[in-house]
């Protein structure tokens, strides 16, 4: 059985960074993703890779704050999280999917979830 766990999250003060990370176990995923659900919100897509890192996609809200890279032979994805906000304050997801995609439905494994707090 895949395994995908976060860990990183925390709290952090608006301004701040945060890099939280996944990692799967014994398999390393054509495509990574990053997604965060914040509380009486629906889940929302933050950031994807591909396999290679040759592509990368991001949220408008987090365009130019955040970065998500992979490191294959550790199999495990980052998001480095930068002038981080109180909106930014969510569980974040991380998901594998077997293609290029930013839709919650192609993505079939999720990991546990790792809580960042944004304090203004």
């Known amino acids: 059985q895949v395994q995908l766990v976060e860990s990183g999250g925390g709290l952090v003060q608006a301004g701040g960074s945060l890099r939280v990370s996944c990692a799967s176990s014994g398999r390393t995923f054509n495509n990574m993703g990053w997604f965060r659900q914040a509380p009486g919100k629906e889940r929302e897509f933050v950031a994807a890779?591909?396999?290679?890192?040759?592509?990368?996609y991001y949220a408008d809200s987090v365009k130019g704050r955040f970065t998500i890279s992979r490191d294959n032979a550790k199999n495990t994805v980052y998001l480095q999280m930068n002038s981080l906000k109180p909106e930014d304050t969510a569980v974040y997801y991380c998901?594998?999917?077997?293609?290029?995609?930013?839709?919650?439905?192609?993505?079939?494994?999720w990991g546990q979830g790792t809580q960042v707090t944004v304090s203004s």
């Open positions: 890779i591909s396999r290679s890192s040759s592509r990368t």
């Open positions: 998901a594998a999917a077997s293609i290029w995609s930013t839709r919650q439905y192609q993505y079939n494994y």
